[in-house]
């Protein structure tokens, strides 16, 4: 492997917290969700830091590198273009796959909105490499995948995550972005044990590492990224770092966003943990290269038929968690529900911020509505689709049944569904007598 820059102490850049992130004392670097980024309009903010020698890296959330298809191409291209314009040393995603169905099963396409948990097999495996080498070749900087947290247990897995991550790395040379909270929230959702897995990790691989928060209900560790960061997770954290100093430390925070002194408080809790373990990460010209190498003693192998076989199952799996068919023989139909319920209840968050204007013109009727839109309907093509897919459900329903809300609700429907952009989609003709429809209500 490369060598790389040091990261040293980071935070999850948000615009939320954009401000607050730029005056904030000791930090190198920042990471931005590569889909809420365009490169032609890179956020002012991000900009600042940028000429203050702040390096900023792109952390991909929708590839899907472990479905069982191949890397969507336009995805990779905006990922680079991404890691280009930011000037980014490497850029990260998630070992999960987040849409199923399609070609491979003839069957409807799904998505998850929402990263889901690889079977830890040899056919995953075999999948996830021949993916990440295709992620490789199309990136113009190194690619580091992280462990990501789950609710659910795949049944018949081979292999522990540690044992999934050495043979990953070792096959394709991948860089690893180690979650410690996600090691906390499979160890309370899935009894697996932090210090094996980090025992048996490449350490030496270790691109940096995620600490986030969480909370605990009914037995279920939520790995939510809206509360502090608890002390089992800084257990977990002194550990790794007992075992190899990390090149980089990052606090993740995606909502319900706390004080910037709470955020520094953090940090500087984050910093006291390594300076216990005796690393303490710092930015610098570059960190430790890894021993390992690609072996291409398995490449070139015919993946054909371990895609197939991986598509079939996590088809049915994602089909149970989003459109109510029958749990696959051998997962925990009570946990399964407890996904399906936080898959539906992050969907209805997203399309309240991505449709801003749906949850204003619905008040308190917008997420009863959307939740029970969502047992009928799974998400095909994102959450701006999603929110528009919702509204014209109502209209057709005949829905609100306050006039004037309704009226609202459809001139927003009509204003972002109009003519040009749906003339251009196969479903056009469907689509305008759908409009005809609801401009007679």
Request: hydrophobic share 40%.
């Amino acid at each position: 492997m490369e060598q790389l820059k040091r990261l040293g102490t980071g935070i999850g850049w948000r615009p939320e917290i954009a401000d607050a992130v730029e005056r904030m004392p000791g930090i190198d670097w920042v990471e931005a969700v590569a889909e809420n980024v365009c490169p032609g309009h890179l956020p002012e903010s991000l900009l600042r830091l940028r000429e203050r020698g702040v390096t900023v890296v792109p952390h991909g959330v929708s590839l899907g590198l472990g479905g069982a298809d191949r890397p969507d191409e336009s995805r990779l291209t905006a990922l680079a273009e991404r890691a280009e314009a930011l000037g980014s040393p490497l850029v990260t995603e998630h070992i999960a796959f987040v849409r199923a169905g399609g070609p491979l099963t003839a069957s409807p396409s799904l998505e998850a909105g929402h990263l889901l948990p690889v079977p830890r097999t040899r056919d995953a495996l075999d999948v996830l490499c021949e993916n990440i080498r295709i992620a490789q070749d199309a990136l113009p900087v190194p690619l580091a995948v992280e462990n990501i947290a789950a609710l659910i247990s795949w049944p018949g897995e081979e292999m522990t995550e540690g044992q999934f991550l050495y043979d990953l790395v070792d096959r394709t040379g991948v860089r690893l972005l180690i979650d410690v909270a996600n090691l906390h929230t499979n160890h309370v959702n899935r009894g697996e044990d932090p210090a094996k897995a980090l025992a048996e990790l490449p350490v030496e691989a270790i691109a940096y590492v995620h600490v986030a928060g969480g909370f605990e209900r009914d037995g279920v560790w939520h790995d939510s990224h809206a509360h502090p960061v608890p002390r089992a997770v800084l257990d977990i954290l002194a550990d790794l770092a007992s075992r190899v100093s990390p090149p980089g430390v990052l606090l993740e925070r995606d909502e319900n966003f706390p004080e910037p002194g709470e955020l520094e408080r953090e940090l500087a809790a984050i910093q006291g943990t390594l300076e216990k373990a005796g690393e303490v990460p710092r930015a610098a010209d570059s960190c430790p290269s890894a021993t390992t190498a690609p072996d291409s003693g398995e490449d070139g192998a015919d993946t054909g038929p371990a895609r197939q076989r991986l598509a079939l199952a996590q088809t049915a799996l994602l089909s149970a968690l989003v459109a109510g068919t029958p749990v696959p023989e051998g997962f925990d139909r009570v946990r399964l529900g407890v996904q399906a319920r936080a898959l539906a209840a992050k969907r209805a968050d997203v399309v309240a911020k991505v449709a801003a204007e749906l949850p204003e013109i619905l008040a308190e009727g917008y997420r009863p509505a959307f939740l029970a839109y969502a047992q009928r309907h799974p998400m095909t093509g994102g959450y701006r689709r999603d929110a528009l897919d919702f509204a014209e459900q109502l209209l057709l329903a005949g829905l609100p049944e306050d006039a004037e809300t309704r009226r609202r609700l459809r001139d927003w429907w009509l204003e972002r569904s109009g003519p040009a952009p749906l003339s251009q989609r196969p479903t056009a003709r469907l689509a305008r007598a759908t409009r005809r429809v609801l401009l007679r209500r």
